[in-house]
């Protein structure tokens, strides 16, 4: 393994794409003066270079105008590492404290790459979907979904979400008229594989956001069902990348068993 230390330049708060946990979260805050502060360790095979801007990478003139249009000027620690990593098609394994802009992270090389490769959601009763993202809770799948569609915004991609406390008729309305990607809470989504509404054995992507939340509240058979008993494409198969704010045993064993091959991403807390 090629271990490898950054130390990050300055980035002014202007550039932060703001906080992705749920609203009354008493996460703690990133601190902006010390950003250039914080270290970053990338490991294993052949890890790809970071960026320092957008258009270090071909994410299409599209998405990049997207990126100009949210305001977004330089990448975060964690978006400079892990963007070319996705872009590459490695899995990923990375840790990085709420708020540090992962979301962009890993919506960005997956958008980038569905509509490179001309997906456009189709209709119907059950939905083959092409990318996954698991998360904890209903507010953090909303506002990742509004990431989603804010950076696909005229492409032919379609994005979708299910989340349990809400209706499941309407919500199946909405993703049989297409969708690409979908966020979806565990539990909502095991319901809609089971009722035949959505298939994943189409899944080219598959990430699971603050996985140390999804465990601390008890989602792991769900994830290992999801993940394990139904239609989707095995480890080696599928580009996995898990995010999760700590790293403790249980992440990785998640992180051997679902990632093939993987790179390690490390951004300190400050």
Known sequence: MILRIYND?????????????????????????????????????????????????????????????????KPTPIQRHALPIGMAGRDLMGCAQTGSGKT???????????????????????????????????????????????FAAGTRLKAGIVYGGASFGEQARRIQAGCDLLVATPGRLIDFVKRGQISLQMVKYLILDEADRMLDMGFEPDIRKIVETFDMPGTGRRQTMMFSATFPKEIQVLASEFLFDYVFLTVGRV
Do not use: C
């Not at 009763?125 to 996954?132: M, P, Y």
């Open 9 to 73: 330049i300055e980035m002014s708060e202007e550039t932060y794409e703001g906080p992705t946990e749920a609203p009354g979260d008493n996460s703690e805050k990133i601190d902006f003066e010390k950003y250039d502060e914080i270290p970053v360790e990338v490991s294993g095979r052949d890890a790809p270079a970071a960026i320092q801007t957008w258009t270090d990478l071909d994410l299409g003139e599209g998405i990049q105008r997207n990126i100009q249009a949210a305001k977004y000027t």
């Open 104 to 150: 962009a992270a890993f919506l960005l090389p997956i958008i980038a790459q569905l509509v490179k490769s001309r997906y456009s959601g189709s209709g119907g009763r059950q939905i083959a979907i092409s990318a996954l993202i698991l998360s904890p809770t209903r507010e953090l799948a909303q506002q990742t979904h509004a990431e989603a569609i804010k």
